[in-house]
């Protein structure tokens, strides 16, 4: 049996055939840490409640126990004399990283892109109209004036 949670972990993920890559994507954590947790190099990942985290979603992937990665963790930083984050191996039912992200109706996004699209439109006819009565209220202030110069028998209009 592997002595640190680090190679406990590596092992299983190996035995699953799963990719480091695959670990890191579906956590949604950078490459280093998966790489970190299985060398046993915390200092590679953020720290405090992060760690502990991202041990526990890393031991769900591969399908470890995380109570045992967990207490793995917290045993490890403890023989190092570092604080082990306030260790809570209560299991929280809150929402992990591996969730789905959670997705919109393609119906409802159309009938909002449909409802964004006339409030513009709409806008953008009401930004005409504002200018039309404003060009006509001021040419009613201004009329244009006509001049008419005659020159070799021809009227010239100018206005």
């Given at each position: 049996?592997?002595?640190?949670?680090?190679?406990?972990?590596?092992?299983a993920?190996?035995?699953?055939?799963?990719?480091?890559?695959?670990?890191s994507?579906?956590?949604?954590?950078?490459?280093?840490?998966?790489?970190?947790?299985?060398?046993?190099?915390?200092?590679?990942?953020?720290?405090g409640?992060?760690?502990?985290?991202?041990?526990?979603?890393?031991?769900?992937?591969?399908?470890?126990?995380?109570?045992?990665?967990?207490?793995?963790?917290?045993?490890?930083?403890?023989?190092?004399?570092?604080?082990?984050?306030?260790?809570?191996?209560?299991?929280?039912?809150?929402?992990?990283?591996?969730?789905?992200?959670?997705?919109?109706?393609?119906?409802?996004?159309?009938?909002l892109?449909?409802?964004?699209?006339?409030i513009?439109?709409?806008?953008?006819?009401?930004?005409?109209?504002w200018?039309?009565?404003?060009?006509?209220a001021?040419?009613?202030?201004f009329?244009?004036?006509?001049?008419?110069?005659?020159?070799?028998?021809?009227?010239?209009?100018?206005?």
């Open positions: 049996m592997a002595a640190t949670i680090g190679e406990q972990l590596r092992l993920r190996q035995q699953r055939g799963i990719p480091l890559r695959e670990i994507n579906q956590t949604r954590i950078s490459m280093r840490y998966p790489e970190g947790i299985e060398t046993d190099d915390y200092k590679r990942l953020p720290g409640i992060f760690n502990r985290s991202f041990v526990k979603a890393y031991a769900r992937l591969v399908g470890f126990d995380e109570k045992l990665a967990a207490e793995g963790y917290a045993r490890l930083m403890r023989e190092q004399g570092r604080p082990d984050d306030e260790v809570d191996l209560t299991p929280h039912h809150s929402k992990i990283y591996t969730d789905a992200p959670a997705t919109r109706s393609p119906v409802l996004t159309v009938f892109a449909i409802l964004i699209l006339v513009l439109t709409l806008a953008a006819l009401a930004a005409v109209h200018y039309q009565r404003r060009s006509a001021t040419s009613e202030l009329p244009p004036t006509s001049v008419s110069s005659e020159r070799e028998g021809h009227k010239y209009f100018v206005s």
